[in-house]
């Protein structure tokens, strides 16, 4: 088992995590920025103070064209699923 701040388990480095702003990156080419304040082994997670970032890309019929929205949304409270959770960054420490 992992005592102090060493991470010897995947889910030592998101136990570190706990009341620190993390990014999501989830399915669906959306993104997750906001306060952890709980998860599971599943990867079930609940996040505060969140913004979402939602990246939509229209195709054309021309390879070079195509455009591009990105949809900016706040959450007080939300619950992520973790079947959807592709990537779980830390905040940065120095």
């Not at 088992?1 to 989830?26: F, H, N, W």
Request: glycine residues 8%; aromatic residues 4%.
């Amino acid at each position: 088992m992992a005592t102090g701040s060493a991470v010897e388990q995947p889910l030592d480095l998101v136990r570190l995590s706990l009341d620190e702003r993390i990014y999501v990156k989830m399915r669906g080419d959306r993104e997750l920025r906001g306060r952890l304040h709980g998860y599971d082994q599943h990867m079930n997670m609940v996040l505060g103070e969140v913004e979402e970032t939602i990246t939509i890309v229209e195709p054309s019929d021309q390879p070079t064209e195509g455009s591009i929205q990105t949809v900016k949304k706040n959450y007080e409270m939300l619950f992520v699923r973790g079947d959807n959770v592709i990537l779980v960054a830390p905040p940065m420490r120095s």
